[in-house]
């Protein structure tokens, strides 16, 4: 950035924390070239981590980085259990149950942290978190997300004694889904290219679109014989048929458990990679969204290796969905909504992913590996941004 920020630091003993803002290049550009785009709404500013002077700052950053992963993980353990018990309390299908409660549970500390910065942010700067955030996360979901459950599949296949890798699921639904999410986010990524007076009332219709979405999902929601089988809840492992309270309680409890781990997982990944040396935007732009993601991941991870991966493809689904609607609605009310270049290349890529899924799941059949053919664009994505920032310069 042009700004020289030796001076500030002339005479400290340890320069303070620093946090870069993105600029505005123009009035009625939302995103400016320095723009951290696709940095989660979770990060209302990206911390600049200054490389650590000593060997024992960083080993700190790498256990937290790995005791919050595993926290991550764990917590996920006694959320997909609770979840799974909250859905047969309140009689809702497996389907349901993932793209859904499970879905709008993971997502929730997300979008909340998005209301509050376009709604309450003081800055432009600060709003326009929230518009990136409602572009990130699709583009994890659609490319990283399905290729873990893939790659799940494809490491569990003996121990589900599986004769082959083809995935078990309703693929007329699951295109279905890639069809309903596509058709919105086309719509998404267009406005985000025009500007006209009356934009901000679009955004009624992306909260309109996600309740019809709920709607049909828990009306036609179905479940596989091998989703009927629950383990005991973890809180009451005693107990044959625990009540919807302590269901809710163990759902509710790892869910703010997964919301402070991320965080803190966030912030050491942001520190790894300055301490690495790579660039604070190459971080909030390709790491970051990942991080933040890593709770429907993991899910998705958890169901696969107990054979339930209707569950964990209903869960990505589910994601996606509330990704390409409430953010978006946010967004349109209370910011201008106008993309620069990377967030259009985060749109376009995810919008291939999505047909792709769309084309595989109508032939039917889908393997693991048919999955795991998404992975690419991700890494595309990334050389595509790496690029973009040195052309820059």
Not at 46 to 59: E, L
Not at 126 to 133: E, I
Not at 145 to 168: C, D, H, T
Request: glycine residues 8%; aromatic residues 10%.
């Amino acid at each position: 950035m042009s700004t020289d920020l030796g001076a500030c630091f002339h005479g400290m003993r340890s320069p303070p924390r620093v946090y870069l803002f993105k600029r505005r290049s123009q009035p009625d550009e939302t995103f400016g070239h320095f723009a951290l785009d696709l940095c989660r709404a979770s990060r209302v500013v990206v911390p600049m981590v200054t490389r650590s002077s000593g060997f024992a700052p960083m080993i700190l950053t790498l256990a937290l980085f790995l005791l919050s992963a595993g926290g991550i993980y764990f917590a996920c353990e006694y959320f997909v259990n609770g979840i799974e018990w909250c859905g047969r309390r309140m009689n809702l299908g497996a389907t349901a149950v993932g793209t859904v409660l499970a879905a709008f549970g993971t997502a929730l500390p997300e979008s909340a942290v998005t209301f509050f910065a376009v709604v309450f942010g003081n800055t432009p700067q600060q709003k326009d978190l929230g518009v990136g955030a409602a572009m990130g996360g699709p583009l994890v979901l659609a490319t990283i997300a399905y290729a873990v459950v893939g790659v799940a599949l494809l490491l569990n296949r003996r121990k589900l004694n599986r004769p082959n890798l083809e995935i078990k699921a309703d693929y007329k639904r699951l295109a279905h889904d890639q069809a309903a999410f596509l058709m919105v986010f086309v719509v998404k990524v267009g406005l985000g290219l025009v500007a006209f007076a009356w934009k901000p009332w679009l955004g009624a219709l992306f909260l309109g679109a996600y309740a019809i979405y709920v709607w049909r999902e828990v009306s036609h929601s179905d479940t596989a014989p091998e989703e009927e089988e629950l383990e005991p809840l973890k809180l009451r492992p005693g107990v044959a048929e625990p009540t919807l309270a302590w269901a809710a309680l163990q759902a509710v409890a790892a869910l703010a458990v997964i919301a402070y781990a991320s965080h803190v997982f966030v912030a050491q990944l942001e520190a790894i990679g300055a301490a690495l040396g790579w660039a604070p935007h190459i971080v909030a732009l390709l790491l970051s969204p990942v991080a933040t993601e890593l709770p429907e991941t993991m899910n998705a991870l958890i169901w696969v290796r107990q054979g339930k991966e209707r569950l964990a493809l209903a869960n990505i689904s589910g994601a996606m969905m509330i990704q390409a609607t409430i953010p978006s609605a946010l967004g349109l009310f209370f910011t201008p909504w106008r993309f620069d270049l990377p967030l259009l290349a985060a749109g376009v890529i995810t919008a291939v992913a999505i047909v792709y899924l769309l084309v595989a799941f109508r032939r039917g059949g889908v393997t693991a590996r048919a999955l795991i053919a998404v992975l690419p664009l991700y890494a595309l994505f990334g050389a595509f941004v790496i690029q973009h920032f040195r052309n820059l310069g």
